[in-house]
């Protein structure tokens, strides 16, 4: 028996598919210690991680090392004073260290701040002045340490710098530290609707917003995992996502370990799809998830066979039903799409038991009631467009939902407005049930798997000189999903000509991650407005 089914009680319909979950959980669940350190207890051998690199190194953990690493990473934590509340940033690639950090943090109750090592200085300094950080652990490459220890040096002075496998000037090497700790760990008060979990993630009106997540949110994917990407006890499953997305916590930890299946990391920093398709059939993966990005671009590379191949699953923005339909008539496996949010987990999806419908979202999750809404409230008829939004269930708590924006009440009261949950995203339904994307309610991008608020560019190229007025925006892109696109009016005296052009990529792209470069600009004369004065995007986009 799977640890997950402690937890919860599940209802088939008579082909079999899941039609009902319920959950059930302690006041102080922790995924600590009563997922980890269970199946350590259980079954010690058991296989949680295999991990490899670009350079051909690899190691495989059981569920015994990661009780040991995270119990020897909790107490160099605890010698650094971290405790039950505090913030802790972890910024660690496709590092091994982030899966017995992770858990080390949640077993003392910190709140851990995944981050992607692409931040840039003003990026850490952002979320340094949202939330008090009293420790960052980070990957020592790319010049990670060098921007963290510059934002700590302005923002958190006294903050406990940590890094991974070897030593850096200021840091702590965790990896070298955890050697001489011990490894016994007393079990520390948690609860299960404590905050365990804070993603920044991109908006469309402002800086990136604080996503909190409560310590029951790990078992929400249990129907990630078992349900859309049919994960399989004792099997690998493979997520392409670096640990400072959300993704992440999808497809490479909590739902896959709670049903027993081990995962995949392949820790690299240049997409190679024919290295991608090496590691499925060198370790053998029996599932595998990725943005449509990756699909596109094994399409067009070609698709190997993958023998051991047996469930292939994509989210994070539209795939073209083309992609779907060649890889599908390469492999004999349906592409099988999902859809959910950081405030969320998996909330439509073509499931377990289903064939997958090219292009659709697929159903809801038995987990939410998903209804499509119009602007005055009312239900949308079938087959017109309204709003995702999810109706909590009586008693109001929705377990997998964020419980708050970080420093920001009235932005949780309006995403909540009329008691249901708004994901400013919108669709439609056919008679089957089926939800079929049909775009955001609001200008946010989607580029290469990643969310961009368009705010965050507009205002590092609006800082040149030569720059009137700007607006930025996702245009249709045929690897990415989108790309970032800029229209500018140039200020007077400035010409605008490929000299500008190339000079303004430069300029915003020098100081921004590289997952928000600006790939192509556009002069005009004037930006198309509304009769408020705000700039009319979807004019703008015609």
Not at 181 to 208: K, N, V
Not at 340 to 360: I, P, R
Request: proline share 6%; charged share 25%.
């Amino acid at each position: 028996m799977s640890i997950y089914q402690n937890y919860c009680r599940e209802r088939f319909d008579a082909a079999g598919r899941l039609t009902d979950i319920r959950f059930d959980y302690p006041d102080n669940f922790n995924f600590g210690y009563d997922v980890v350190d269970a199946i350590a207890s259980r079954t010690p051998d058991k296989r949680a991680i295999v991990w490899c690199n670009a350079e051909g190194e690899e190691r495989v953990f059981s569920f015994e090392d990661i009780r040991r690493l995270s119990n020897k990473a909790a107490n160099v934590f605890l010698r650094g004073g971290i405790r039950r509340g505090d913030h802790v940033m972890v910024a660690l690639k496709r590092h091994y260290e982030y899966w017995y950090t992770a858990v080390a943090l949640h077993k003392i109750g910190a709140v851990m701040i995944p981050v992607t090592h692409m931040l840039t200085v003003n990026d850490l300094l952002y979320r340094m002045d949202c939330v008090a950080v009293k420790g960052i652990v980070c990957t020592p490459d790319d010049g990670v340490p060098q921007r963290v220890l510059e934002a700590a040096h302005r923002k958190a002075p006294g903050c406990c710098l940590w890094t991974v496998q070897r030593d850096v000037p200021g840091f702590v090497n965790l990896t070298e530290r955890i050697e001489s700790e011990s490894d016994d760990l007393s079990r520390r008060e948690t609860a299960a609707h404590d905050p365990m979990m804070l993603y920044f993630t991109s908006g469309t009106t402002g800086y990136p917003k604080g996503v909190v997540h409560e310590f029951a949110y790990p078992l929400a994917h249990v129907i990630t995992a078992k349900y859309w990407h049919q994960a399989q006890e004792d099997g690998l499953h493979f997520t392409v996502a670096e640990t400072g997305w959300a993704k992440a916590s999808w497809g490479k930890i909590y739902g896959q370990w709670l049903i027993g299946s081990a995962v995949m990391v392949f820790d690299f920093d240049n997409f190679d799809p024919k290295q991608l398709c090496s590691v499925i059939n060198t370790y053998g993966v029996t599932s595998f998830c990725a943005p449509p990005t990756v699909y596109r671009y094994l399409t067009r590379k070609g698709i190997p066979d993958m023998p051991t191949l047996r469930h292939a699953t994509t989210a994070g923005e539209q795939l073209n039903p083309e992609v779907s339909r060649r890889f599908t008539e390469r492999t004999g496996l349906p592409l099988m799409e999902g859809y959910g949010q950081t405030e969320t987990t998996l909330l439509l999806a073509n499931f377990k038991g289903s064939d997958g419908v090219v292009g659709s979202l697929g159903m809801p999750s038995p987990l939410y009631h998903i209804e499509l809404r119009d602007p005055d409230g009312s239900k949308t008829p079938v087959g017109q467009i309204g709003e995702i939004v999810v109706v909590p269930p009586e008693g109001g708590h929705q377990l997998g939902l964020f419980t708050r924006y970080l420093n920001d009440d009235e932005r949780y009261a309006n995403a909540w407005a009329g008691g249901v949950y708004h994901t400013g995203d919108t669709a439609w339904q056919d008679k089957n049930g089926c939800f079929f994307f049909h775009g955001r309610a609001d200008d946010l991008i989607k580029t290469g798997g990643f969310r961009v608020g368009p705010y965050e560019v507009e205002n590092v190229l609006s800082e040149h000189p030569a720059v009137l007025e700007c607006a930025v925006m996702g245009v249709p892109d045929p690897l990415r999903g989108q790309a970032i696109k800029a229209v500018v009016v140039p200020a007077p005296g400035y010409l605008p000509d490929r000299e500008l052009e190339k000079e303004l990529r430069e300029f915003t792209n020098a100081r921004m991650a590289e997952y928000k470069w600006i790939r192509m600009i556009e002069f005009t004369d004037a930006i198309p407005k509304t009769i408020s004065g705000k700039i009319c995007k979807a004019a703008l986009r015609r």
